[in-house]
């Protein structure tokens, strides 16, 4: 990718992020990333394996609930003490959580299939204090420089508000998740392409047809490509 291209792509999200309003430190964008449209992943059950390799936490309570009119950022500096110890100790539960994580089965051959068609982005409602940690996990595995950015939540909102706050700001069309509950919300929210992990604790919900069901990354890939034609 030529640097006027790059140059170009980060204006363009700095220009979205500024018209939202919405100030986000974390934009970490990657030089090399294509020049394609954005894809926006959740990691947990996605890309990377859930505690004991299944995910059994899962929603199944629909939502309808609009976003607030404002949304309340959390990664401001800390003021007092109590809150310097309370992000001091976040932040070691968040580290924690990904020790001795692996990826999900083929994640990085699917993440690189997909990079033909699409430029992967993050968005996962982990606190906004995992953002290094996931960043560190990502470089492990040799995926960090698949993604153009990573989006952990920095807000009050819950898992699925975020998401769908983030697929708005950015105007992201296209996204992958674990969790039926917060897929069936995004899909009745108007997000148009999502792409549902099958775990079992998934089945029965009321999917709209824009709802694809995947095992592995690599048929989000496949049903890219189709799109492409």
Known sequence: MTQDKSTRQEKLL???????????????????????PYFSFDLDGVICRPPLGMNQVLGRKLHLDE???????????????ARKNYLKMRGLFETVK?????PMPL????????????????????????HR?????????????YFAGIYPNNT?????????????????????????EITHYLAMKGIP?????????????PYPDHVVHFTYLSEIAQDLAKLKK
């Open 156 to 180: 009050a909102l819950r898992t699925r508000k975020y998401k769908l706050h983030m697929l708005r700001r950015l105007n992201i069309g296209e996204h992958a998740d674990d969790d039926g």
């Open 193 to 205: 392409h999502l792409y549902l992990r099958d775990w079992s604790r998934n089945a029965g919900l």
């Open 67 to 81: 976003l607030p009119e404002t949304v309340r950022l959390l990664n401001s500096p800390p003021t007092s003490a």
């Open 98 to 102: 990904y020790f001795g994580r692996k």
């Open 14 to 36: 700095e220009q979205i992020l500024q018209q939202s309003n919405l100030s986000d430190p974390y934009l970490t964008l990657n030089p090399e990333a294509p020049d394609l």
């Open 133 to 145: 940690v996931i960043e560190i996990w990502l470089a492990k595995y040799n995926m960090n420089q």
């Open 107 to 130: 994640a990085r051959e699917g993440i690189i299939e997909i990079c033909n068609y699409r430029t992967p982005l993050i968005i996962t409602g982990r606190s906004f204090l995992a």
